[in-house]
C-alpha cells in the first residue's frame, strides 16, 4: 500500500508523553500494537510534517466525507 491509496483499515491513534520525556505515538488496530517513540525535537518535527501535509491536502480541494458507521 502506498501513501496515495485508500484503505478499509481502522485504527486508533494515541499521542502523549511518557514518563521517560519521549513522544509517544501509540497506533492500535486489528492485529497491530504499535508504540512508537520520539524525543521531542523528532516529534517537532513530525508535527511540522503533517501541519505541511494537511495544507497541501486543503489546497487540493474538499476532502471525501467521512463513511458513517
Same mark, same amino acid.
Given at each position: 500500500? %502506498? ?12 499521542? #502523549? /508523553?511518557?514518563?521517560? %520525556? ?8 486489528? #492485529?497491530?500494537?504499535? /508504540?512508537?517513540?520520539?524525543? /521531542? ?22 476532502? /471525501? ?5
Amino acid at each position: 500500500m %502506498g501513501i496515495d491509496k485508500q484503505s478499509e483499515v481502522a485504527a486508533n491513534l494515541q499521542i #502523549g /508523553p511518557t514518563s521517560l %520525556g519521549m513522544v509517544r505515538i501509540y497506533v492500535e488496530g486489528e #492485529g497491530v500494537d504499535l /508504540p512508537l517513540d520520539f524525543d /521531542p525535537d523528532e516529534a517537532q518535527e513530525i508535527a511540522e510534517e503533517l501541519m505541511t501535509a494537511a495544507a497541501a491536502a486543503r489546497s487540493m480541494g474538499a476532502a /471525501p466525507s467521512k463513511k458513517k458507521r
